[in-house]
């Protein structure tokens, strides 16, 4: 379900940056994993991060897993177009790969939490920003708690920042319901025009 959208930008948009926020057990990595297998000129940046690995996870495909040292030596060097701290841990857009696929005229995904978002805001204003919604905080606690990878205490940090996130959603170009897949996915590849 499409909610909050500007239509004129939404429908008029068919490249550049894509920034998909919305609070964590949503389903954005597998919405974003359809889109991509369906979408022909789309690019997923590879973020980094300082948490541990989950299982079955790839360094330098599903994150660069960085230790804090190194995270933070990219951030002097401003190797970062945004990032920050989530439950505990950073994580950073690496700012070379992105630049160059803009240039190469690639679109460009950015799958991200509210802080970076806001910061690409500022430094890509042109960028379109989608916030994925759960369908309500109670099936987002059940979704969460079902994925069964995370510790209480890091379930119980993800709850608190889900709250303050589905608070925001009203600063996104569009809001989408996750509350059927396919539907979620269509109004996303109308949007980005994959
Ligand atoms: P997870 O630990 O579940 O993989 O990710 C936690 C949160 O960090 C998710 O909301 C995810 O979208 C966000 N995230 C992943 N990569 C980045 C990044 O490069 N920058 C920012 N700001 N958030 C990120």
């Known amino acids: ?15 550049g940056l894509t920034i998909i926020t919305g609070p964590s057990g949503v389903g954005k990595g597998t919405l974003v994993k359809k889109l991509l297998d369906d ?6 940046s590879i973020s980094a991060t300082t948490r541990t690995p989950r299982e079955g996870e790839e360094d330098g495909k599903d994150y660069f897993f960085l230790t804090e040292k190194n995270f ?24 070379d790969a992105v630049e160059k696929k803009l240039a190469n005229g690639k679109n460009v995904l950015l799958e991200i939490e509210l802080e970076g978002a806001r910061q690409v805001r500022k430094t890509f204003p042109e960028g379109f920003q989608i916030f994925l919604a759960p369908p309500s905080l109670k099936e ?14 890091a379930i119980l940090k993800r709850l608190e920042r889900a709250k303050e996130e589905v608070k925001a959603q009203s600063e996104f ?3 989408i319901i996750n509350d059927n897949l396919d539907i979620a996915l ?9």
Do not use: H
């Open 1 to 15: 379900m499409l909610r909050e959208c500007n239509l004129n930008n939404a429908m008029t948009r068919k490249k």
């Open 39 to 44: 979408s022909e000129n789309m690019w997923l």
């Open 72 to 95: 933070k030596n990219l951030i002097e060097n401003d190797g970062f177009i945004e990032w920050a701290e989530f439950a505990g841990n950073f994580y950073g857009t690496p700012r």
């Open 140 to 153: 987002l606690e059940k979704r969460i708690r079902g994925r069964a990878t995370d510790s209480e205490e």
């Open 173 to 175: 170009d569009a809001v």
């Open 186 to 194: 269509s109004e996303i590849k109308q949007i980005v025009g994959e």
